[in-house]
């Protein structure tokens, strides 16, 4: 069973700060997904990430796949309030299916 | 509206009765998924659809049964409910490859007593 390991699992900073949230797996992704998830709602894409050390920019968040397509990072800058809620990575598995992480739930104090 | 829709948003039931979550796309969306969400093992797969009438089970199926008798609706039932069904269920939906953008509905939070 292919596992998908995000780290920290929580994360509570102030306003402005900078942070970076972990995906690794023990295989090779194929492609990888970003997911934010608010309370008492599903999750939403922010990104798909398909090849090696692509880079990916959604105004203060970038997303990076690792080289070898075994780890993914999201870092924001200047974290906002608005950033708060559980950040997902997700992998395809076979039949086209995607696994999840458990998540990092990401607090942004004011 | 368009989108993908959940109904029940919140149901409480006893353990023992049969219990049937509805959701429901408007985008002609080939794959349908069901998951549950708890405290400490996150998104988990239940059962998924490739298309009307071909179903798949997931990570976690037993004590589940679903159908889908038209593309757009993806009904999920729970035969005898148990406490350890008590969960957050979302389901989803996507055109085609696990690339493509996978749309979640708002989630039923259910409750078993």
């Known amino acids: 069973t292919q596992l998908l390991e995000q780290s920290p699992q929580f994360l509570s900073i102030q306003e402005g700060e900078n942070l970076t949230v972990y995906c690794n797996s023990s295989?090779?992704?194929?492609?990888l997904q970003w997911y934010r998830q608010e309370p008492g709602e599903g999750p939403v894409l922010l990104v798909t990430?398909?090849?090696?050390?692509e880079v990916k920019k959604l105004k203060r968040l970038t997303f990076q796949f690792g080289d070898a397509r075994k780890d993914s990072s999201l870092h924001i800058t200047a974290a906002q309030p608005g950033d708060t809620g559980l950040y997902l990575c997700a992998q395809e598995t076979s039949g086209s299916r995607l696994t999840f992480g458990e998540g990092t739930q990401l607090t942004v104090n004011p | 509206d368009a989108g993908i829709t959940q109904s029940p948003r919140y149901k409480i039931t006893e353990t023992g009765r049969q219990v049937t979550l509805m959701c429901h796309q408007t985008?002609?969306?080939?794959?349908m998924f069901w998951y549950r969400q708890d405290l400490g093992h996150g998104l988990r797969l239940i059962y998924y659809s490739a298309a009307a009438d071909i179903t798949d089970k997931g990570e976690v199926p037993d004590g589940y049964v679903v159908s889908r008798s038209k593309t757009e609706n993806f009904p999920l039932t729970l035969e005898s409910a148990t406490r350890s069904q008590t969960s957050v269920y979302f389901c989803?939906?996507?055109?085609?490859?696990?690339?493509?953008?996978?749309?979640f509905g708002p989630g039923t939070r259910l409750t078993v007593l």
């Open positions: 295989s090779v992704f194929s492609s």
């Open positions: 985008w002609s969306h080939s794959y």
């Open positions: 989803a939906s996507r055109w085609g490859p696990s690339t493509d953008t996978q749309y």
């Open positions: 990430v398909v090849t090696g050390g």
